[in-house]
């Protein structure tokens, strides 16, 4: 990261350490995907330069303690469960529930004049439930990719909005890229109004991303379309583990072990599978969980 004691010498003290929390949060929900611990350290030092950059990173381990920022699997850093509960508090007491327009959205998606998915799910409850992650999305699509040797899934996230656009909704859509092929976000029409010249700013930041924006009326009338997809989604790069992982324990659809098909959770049983203790070695993951299809368990 480099010395920069010398350099900020005769600078200034610096923030409070409130002020540094603030900025520490900002900054990590300005910055999708993986941020890593020192490049956060580093853009605080050159906002605000100081001798002692120690207090930076007490502030950010402070946080980190505390539950309000949490660091991925991937060493990146994103807001922790406790700042995201807070957030959502804040969000109810704006107006309407975004749950309201869960089940609008899922029959968008289901229609077919727009997507080919083979099946759509609300999940935000269950993605709650299912590890301590900063955000969730609150729809899940897929689309079945049969092939001769082994079948594959497309995984399409919606993250959906009743409040005025703001990067750090784009930000936040952008987290599920580590799980989903496609992510997506909703907005409402009527939050659009008087907005055009931030609309577009918003969406060319979420072209950059991949992100792909559908516009709603919170409300239908007669001969008007309710749902428009304003900008197409780009195919992301997920981790494979995460993605899998995601559509077990969120989604409910697993691979067979034997036939490698797709299947519902209703639709065989889980079983412990060992790993291999010369490969992996002796620990307390040994066990795995595979899945196995209710044609394959009778054959």
Known sequence: ????????????????????????????????????????????LKQHPTPNQNRYFDALNGLIDQGKVQVLRSKGLALGAVAAKGARKRRKRKGERESKFYGPMKDFLERGEDFDFSYVDIVSEKGKKWKPLPAVPDLAAIVYLPSPFSDELELTVVEVKNERPNLDHLSQTFRYSRF????????????????????????????????GVISYWKRGSKGRERFNIDLEARKQTPDQIEKQE????????????????????????????????KLFGKDSLAETKRFLCSNCQVT
């Open 180 to 211: 989903a092929d496609y992510c997506c976000i909703g907005i409402s029409k009527e939050d659009l109004k008087g907005y055009d010249e931030e609309y577009a700013r918003y969406l060319q930041e979420a072209e950059r991303l991949g992100i």
């Open 246 to 277: 995601y559509l077990a324990y969120v989604v409910g659809i697993w691979k067979c072990l034997r036939c490698q098909t797709y299947h519902l959770t209703s639709e065989g049983s889980i079983i412990n599978k060992g790993r291999s203790e």
């Open 1 to 44: 990261m480099g010395n920069y004691q010398n350099e900020f010498r005769n600078l200034p003290r610096g923030l409070t350490e409130s002020g540094i929390k603030r900025n520490i949060l900002k900054l990590i929900g300005q910055n999708p995907g993986r941020y890593p611990y020192v490049k956060c350290v580093e853009d605080l």
